[in-house]
């Protein structure tokens, strides 16, 4: 078992439906962060957190600490908002380098005009 | 440059062929990752820098994978005798202070094909 799980691995949505996209994880975590990844492999940091909720545009991202849970949403959902996107894991305990991401595998957004 | 540069983009290797992939992190940054994305897959730590030293490289797959930082700046990937399943994406990543706790910037990446 993977640990860090995302759902679902393939998501197609209409231009303006609300997405969401979840995120599960098995390890204690110092953070969690969301990325964005388009096609040619760059990869951009849409969020880091470890409580809460954060909001930035039309993006929103949740996490629950004692479910070991983060959701992704996308409200108005547009065309340019076609991407994967990665869920990763910065664990608490990493032999005290604190050196590692987990990432989980990855939800391929595609949105419809 | 403003964001972390990885060269070349696309390297296409004979197999059994030695490669260098380069990474130039954002200045100041301590913190540097490499990352091995097969089609498909999500990112696989390979190897940490802090500054200079090498505090993990648990993930790199076998010994004809090595990494060095020596002047804890730019970043060298070097893979010796290349082989078909070394093909992927190789990324990396900076951070301004030590893990991955604060913000992580990626390059590009490179995407490697060994043939």
């Not at chain 1, 439906?17 to 204690?28: A, D, H, P």
């Not at chain 1, 388009?38 to 409580?51: A, E, K, Q, T, Y």
Request: hydrophobic share 35%.
């Amino acid at each position: 078992k993977n640990e860090v799980e995302q759902s679902p691995q393939n998501l197609t949505a209409q231009e303006g439906e609300f997405i969401t996209i979840n995120c599960s994880y098995s390890v204690g975590i110092s953070a969690l962060h969301w990325l964005q990844q388009h096609p040619g492999g760059g990869i951009v940091s849409l969020f880091m957190l470890s409580s809460g909720k954060k909001k930035h545009g039309r993006l929103i991202a949740t996490i629950n600490i004692q479910e070991k849970h983060s959701s992704l949403h996308i409200t108005a959902s547009h065309p340019r908002d076609s991407a994967v996107y990665i869920c990763a894991a910065s664990p608490a305990d990493y032999g005290g380098s604190q050196g590692n991401l987990i990432f989980g595998k990855g939800t391929k957004l595609s949105v419809k005009p | 440059g403003a964001g972390v540069s990885q060269s070349p983009r696309y390297k296409v290797a004979k197999r059994g062929q030695d490669v260098a992939l380069r990474c130039d992190p954002i200045s100041g940054h301590v913190s540097l990752f490499w990352y091995q994305q097969a089609l498909g897959q999500g990112p696989e730590f390979l190897t940490y820098f802090q500054n200079e030293a090498q505090l993990d490289k648990s993930g790199l797959p076998s010994d004809r994978f090595f990494a060095e930082r020596p002047e804890g700046s730019v970043s060298t990937l070097k893979i010796q005798r290349t082989q078909q399943e070394d093909s992927a994406v190789y990324l990396c990543a900076s951070s301004l202070a030590r893990g991955t706790n604060t913000e992580a910037f990626f390059g590009q990446g490179t995407r490697l094909t060994v043939v």
